[in-house]
């Protein structure tokens, strides 16, 4: 691994700060992800495994090990405490991917990566069964930590099903607002940003303020990744997001677009009460109303806060490549297609 890693740190060397590819620099790093993950997917019941190493081996970007990785480097991380960080790397990912089990199963949702979603497929008992895996395989994998990091972990697990159940309370709620969406995200994508960012800093030995800021990092790049998201969710295209266009408005969900589009327009707020979007006529007026690129445009300038707060962060970071290839990674999750 390590020749391998020194090869990509100098071919990122050759880059231009601007072109850094935080994926290159901790290549051989996220290699050793993706081996133990698929190794860990496997179970002596073989249902289990299918749906496992369908939703896993199927994409994703593996944006929270490739963050993991790079705060754990950025932190002055060494080869000789390596595994530490890619364990919790794939601890994270496994929790990740349960909760995408159980996401369609409560959305009901077909789709998931332009394919049918493992509910579609495989059923509800059977999914949320093997959800349920995934998270017991994360703990497996990180219970030999110190009990402060798996605290962590839990937390972060605590808070994503209080989003969950928070995100269900507002559905269909016009009075939801941009602080109750705030609540809901920060709880439901940005705790495991903010998690990763606090375990990785830890392994690498950094001191207790560059673990703070770590940690800040996390939720500030979960929040804007969360925010353009949900703008991709209206404006698509379905073979770009991997699933129907519109599927947060369809189920209900509060989402940026939504909350500031409700606020502001009163069709648009009686369209989204009370599943009203029920019919096609309806929700394709909803759909345009989302689209206005005044809306559009003030959605995207709440995700770009959370962008400048987080390269703010990076200050508190020594720097390296891997510091800038943070700044990359943050900078991609605003310039995502929208």
Not at 206 to 220: Q, V, Y
Not at 262 to 287: C, I
């Amino acid at each position: 691994m390590q020749a391998k890693k020194e090869k990509a740190v100098e071919s990122a060397r050759a880059l231009p700060t601007a072109q850094i590819s935080p994926v290159r620099l901790v290549e051989a790093e996220l290699a050793a992800v993706e081996h133990k993950l698929k190794l860990l997917l496997d179970s002596n019941e073989s249902l289990i495994a299918e749906i496992c190493h369908y939703l896993v081996d199927g994409g994703g970007k593996r944006l929270r090990p490739t963050f993991i990785l790079l705060v754990y480097r950025a932190c002055g991380g060494r080869d000789e405490t390596l595994e530490d960080a890619v364990d919790a790397a794939i601890a994270l990912e496994l929790i990740h991917s349960a909760t995408l089990l159980h996401d369609d199963i409560i959305d009901r949702g077909l789709l998931r990566r332009g394919k049918p979603s493992a509910y579609a497929r495989y059923g509800f008992g059977p999914t949320l069964i093997a959800g349920d895996y995934l998270f017991c395989r994360a703990f497996e994998l990180c219970g030999r930590f110190q009990e402060h990091l798996v605290r962590t972990a839990a937390q972060a697990c605590i808070q994503l099903t209080e989003g969950e159940v928070m995100e269900g309370r507002f559905r269909h709620n016009t009075a939801a607002t941009v602080d109750d969406y705030l609540a809901v995200i920060t709880r439901k994508t940005a705790s495991l940003f903010a998690a990763g960012g606090r375990v990785a800093a830890d392994l690498a030995g950094a001191p207790k303020r560059t673990i703070e800021a770590a940690a800040k990092l996390g939720t500030t790049i979960g929040l804007a990744f969360q925010m353009v998201d949900d703008l991709l969710d209206i404006l698509g295209p379905e073979e770009k997001i991997g699933k129907p266009v519109g599927s947060d408005l369809r189920a209900g969900i509060p989402s940026l677009p939504v909350v500031l589009g409700v606020e502001r327009n009163p069709e648009l707020r009686t369209l989204f009460q009370n599943g009203a979007l029920a019919d096609r006529t309806s929700f394709d007026r909803a759909l345009q109303l989302l689209r206005d690129p005044r809306l559009v445009g003030e959605a995207r300038a709440l995700a770009r806060r959370q962008v400048d707060v987080a390269r703010a962060l990076l200050d508190e970071l020594a720097p390296s490549m891997y510091r800038d290839g943070l700044a990359t990674l943050i900078d991609e999750q605003l310039d995502r297609e929208v």
